[in-house]
């Protein structure tokens, strides 16, 4: 018998494909990184004799949570300049901060802040969008977690590029480094339409093309958005994508909560994938994402949090409740977005936006061993009448107790692996000094 064959024996498993199902007196049986076999209990000992068993009496086991749209070192201002505006927190206050801060160290320091958040919120894999995304990359390999990390462009200077062409040659090397390791995937992130140009766009277009990846965008965020896109280039932003040929498969479409019927018909033909950031959108007051609309129109719809700047934290769990709430008043249909579409939402359809849906996103014999249990024998989650209605309307995410990326644990009893939590808590406190200090010279200046 093979010591990296393991049986783990939950209550419960949450497979998510087919959607809604949950299995009871089953085992799910992996061998190294990969799952081998769902099984019944009573076929367990026959199948694989003598087989190492980890018994989970009282726990749910589910595929791990993917957060599809997160910016993780902004973690490090969660809280600052809350309750204002979208254009006016970026360019007034997060943007001018990040000046002040930004590096290697606070990316490095607030990835590992934002990862520790995420697994203890059952977050198995994230998908970012943020500067020196080498720096991203190198922190979520030494913690073990998957993590698809971008190329970003956008049309200023930043700490991390000067210029139009630098952005792409510093992406291109990352991509070139981490291309063929097995937790890192690597994407295109452009900022958005108001803040990168057409010349870009087309590099972004060809090279996503010929390096097969992905284009994670920020669009129709917000209604300024469409009046800045008919001054600036005579059209709305969707019409300027689809002149620009990235209306497709590979756009990720983050926030899209300025749509109408028709644009929502010409999403689902083009095959864009729409990544939803409700509490993101809510708390700047950005307007709804119609998720109903766009599921009934075929859109594959995943979930994100959003940076910790701007919702304020990673808890995809939180998300994906709200996912489904909003999704029933916004449309006036309470049989809209159901518990069991809002988990796959979270899980197998970001792994369809990814490229990654024969691998990760659910439990399936050959997939990768991402996933996660969760302790339903608690008050909060007693009595228990449907397993998935409470998995997504009922659990909080300290109701995560152990995790494991291509089968390796990171997360047991509530207890980080890879992560120092002491030293995470410790290091945050000089880092929210530097960062308090730039805020009051931004707000003293703001005064005078």
């Known amino acids: 018998m093979s010591a990296a064959l393991r049986a783990y024996l939950p209550s419960w498993i949450v497979p998510v494909v087919p959607e809604g199902r949950v299995l009871t007196d089953s085992a799910i049986v992996v061998e190294g990184v990969r799952i081998r076999a ?36 902004l973690v490090l201002m969660r809280g600052l300049a809350d309750d204002r505006p979208l254009m006016q927190w970026l360019h007034e206050y997060i943007w001018p901060a990040e000046k002040k801060v930004m590096g290697p160290d606070y990316v490095r320091f607030g990835s590992r802040l934002a990862m520790a958040e995420m697994l203890r919120g059952g977050t198995t894999c994230f998908n970012d969008n943020y500067f020196f995304p080498d720096v991203t990359a190198e ?9 698809f990390v971008g190329m970003p462009v956008i049309a200023f200077p930043t700490a991390w590029a000067d210029t139009e062409d630098e952005y792409f040659r ?11 390791h097995p937790l890192i995937g690597i994407s295109f992130v452009p900022h958005a339409p108001y803040s990168v140009s057409d010349g ?9 093309e010929e390096l097969d990846i992905t284009v994670h965008l920020h669009l129709l965020e917000a209604p300024g958005e469409i009046e800045t896109s008919r001054t600036e280039y005579g059209m709305h932003p969707l019409d300027r994508l689809q002149s620009l040929e990235l209306l497709g498969p590979r756009l990720l479409a983050v926030h899209m909560t300025q749509l109408q019927d ?5 999403l689902a033909r083009e095959g864009v994938h729409v990544i939803h950031c409700p509490d993101s959108n809510m708390k700047l007051a950005s307007g709804i994402c119609p ?6 129109a075929g859109v594959n719809v995943s979930v994100g949090t959003d940076s910790a700047a701007s919702n304020n934290n990673l808890d995809l769990l939180a998300e994906v409740r709200q996912a489904a709430l909003l999704a029933k008043v916004a449309s006036g249909d309470p049989e809209a977005v159901p518990a069991a579409r809002a988990l796959s939402m979270a899980t197998i359809h970001g792994a369809r936006a990814l490229g990654m849906e024969h691998e990760i996103g659910s439990l399936e014999p050959g997939k990768q061993a991402d996933f996660i249990t969760i302790d339903l024998d608690c008050i909060e989650t007693r009595p228990l009448h449907d397993v998935v209605s409470q998995l997504v309307y009922a659990t909080p995410r300290c109701q995560v107790t152990n995790v494991w990326v291509r089968g390796r644990q990171l997360l047991k009893n509530r207890e980080l692996i890879t992560l120092d939590e002491a030293e995470l808590r410790a290091s945050s406190l000089p880092w929210q000094q530097k960062i308090h200090d730039a805020v009051r010279k931004l707000e003293v200046h703001h005064v005078e």
């Open 170 to 180: 510093r992406g291109l090397a990352v991509h070139q480094r981490f291309v063929d």
């Open 262 to 266: 028709a644009d929502i018909a010409r």
């Open 291 to 296: 998720v109903a609309a766009l599921d009934r």
């Open 38 to 73: 769902l099984v019944n209990r009573s076929q367990l000992e026959i199948d694989y004799p003598g087989i190492e068993r980890i018994e989970l009496p009282g726990h749910a086991l589910m595929p791990g949570l993917i957060n599809m749209h997160t910016h993780s070192a």
């Open 200 to 208: 870009a766009f087309r590099r972004i277009r060809t090279l996503s």
């Open 139 to 147: 922190a979520a390999v030494a913690t073990g977690m998957r993590a």
